[in-house]
């Protein structure tokens, strides 16, 4: 199973995200068998990214000098060849954050992104409701996946209750997971951290996607069978990691 | 209950805090029934400020450049209408936080300050002694309310064993609550957190924030009962703010 | 025991540190019966570092101006006589923050350094290979540890599975600790929040490292028998901290 190459490869994987989940993100991708690092001074990503395995890009508490910094990690992601998730938190809450990750689709070479249906829809220039860094899941979400997938020539990722994965005009759905997910701060953030780490172990990109997302959303309903609310969820979550699909 | 209009309302809660405690902000706030957003890039605070519903001003981890970001976005709830909830966390540790809040207090209108006995004095210059960000409960904190509600002329929490709202020179009490809470950093700022999303639902300022000072310590009662220390009791605390007052 | 002795100063210690591990080192402090400080605004770490009995400088996420911002908190630090903790995180990483560390270990008096092999061996000059934060722990982390203490002039500890304390061309060893300390982001770093704590009730440095290593690695075995999982060992080693060794 992809888990047990992850473990056997334990990548490491360059974070350059939002200061609200790093220690969530760490703490999942360690549990899952891979081996963080966040670093974001401009004078050293490019090291770091240059000796990592993926390459995580986090807009989340975004500040005016991370952009050219986390461009300056990505160009060494994408000279090594190593692959690039961009996650657009709340990509559609203020004209700065979508300026930032226009600029960062079209500097680099991303291999996934993703994000709910209102950071995609603004990734795409298509209207939708946003309510601060959630957005209301009304619209087509496949609708919008598969045009921001065209539109941005890439895999893209739709998360909410059910995922959707597109790609070059296809995609494919699936529904596990737990409500307690939306409870919990970063839930999202630490999926786009696991489906960089099963980027490093498999070349067929969707596949890796498909198997990250279902993998997490299994571990959610098993940790959602384990827990009396969200706090004891997130921590269920992490025991869950280290699992079987 | 008020629990169950902000559950309704799911408030947009904008938050410019410090780092350390962030994560715990966000998902209490989540637990609770509200929805979280992190911000503090100059560009874009007034932007996110002026789509939500509450505005949380914490400077446990200030940075110079921060005070006039949360000015900006302090101008633009006040501009919105949107109360914002001050967390002086420290005032007392140095002149640097000192001259923070009192710009923060003289250029804004805030709804409520909120801070134990040591880091209100500091900002209604009465002599206190202080440890770090935590103060040594001595002195009479009601009249350190009362004095830093008249000085500020706003609504004051002090908190401690024994919680006092002051606003106009009245003041009520409320004492529940668990020793466990001063285990756990960042507890007194997801309270102020709190406080700012029951603010969004009730006009009637002192009664959503006695509420919300009620609730939380009751939702600690029951924590405590449920952990063996304070990492099983933060856990806990998280789990419990779904629940009823 | 020591633990009394710390429970009765809670010591305050001043941390600037990485943002992946702020609010797990600061609970653990907590839990342990210290106060930490978090601060790291160039205008108040002197100030702030004048009133701590302990400072800990961490460089996991460090910025380029954060050195410049350590040295100043470092030089109060040995003005009033504090003790100071340095953790080298991922020092072998990077040539900025191989120079960072460098920078700080000649500008300042550090009465401990504490890190994995890789990292005391790029303080210490030894070729050793290195992935991210993280090190392989081949090489004689022994010799790694006198090598380093030598050349620092200072007490280094270098953690593994089993933990070696050098000073003075001596060392001591501890094998205490569970697996699952490596799969919680900021394990270390909170070893040596407590390192800090302990030396500021404790004269005879060897002792003071000595005790809140093994203190905290059986703190960890006993959270391991509670667990099922990383999350739930995080959590449970919480909740031993305040137990006694």
Do not use: W
């Not at 760490?26 to 990214?49: C, H, Q, T, Y």
């Not at 291999?111 to 249906?117: D, I, P, R, Y």
Request: overall charge negative; charged content about 25%; proline content about 3%.
């Amino acid at each position: 199973m992809m888990e047990e190459r992850v473990r056997g490869k334990r990548p490491l994987v360059h974070h350059i995200t939002n200061e609200v989940v790093m220690n969530f993100s760490a703490n999942g991708l360690l549990a899952f068998g891979g081996s963080p690092v966040m670093a974001k001074e401009r004078e050293e990503v490019a090291d770091i990214a240059g000796a990592a395995d993926a390459l995580v890009l986090n807009i989340g508490t975004l500040r005016s000098s991370d952009v050219e910094t986390m461009i300056a990690a990505g160009k060494a992601a994408n000279e090594k060849g190593i692959p690039i998730l961009l996650d657009p938190v709340g990509a559609g809450a203020s004209t700065f954050r979508k300026n930032a990750v226009r600029k960062i689709t079209e500097e680099l070479d991303v291999a996934v992104v993703k994000g709910n249906a209102g950071e995609i829809a603004a990734l795409a220039d298509i209207p939708l409701k946003v309510k601060g860094v959630d957005s209301e899941e009304s619209g087509d979400s496949t609708d919008i996946a598969l045009r921001a997938s065209e539109k941005l020539n890439t895999c893209v990722v739709v998360t909410g209750a059910t995922d959707i994965v597109a790609e070059n005009g296809n995609y494919t759905t699936s529904s596990y997971g737990s409500p307690l997910l939306t409870q919990v701060t970063g839930s999202g953030c630490l999926l786009g951290t696991l489906i960089a780490a099963c980027l490093t172990v498999e070349d067929e990109k969707e596949k890796a996607v498909l198997f990250a997302v279902e993998f997490y959303n299994k571990a959610a309903e098993r940790a959602e069978a384990n827990s009396h609310g969200p706090g004891s969820f997130a921590v269920s979550l992490l025991d869950e990691l280290g699992g079987d699909v």
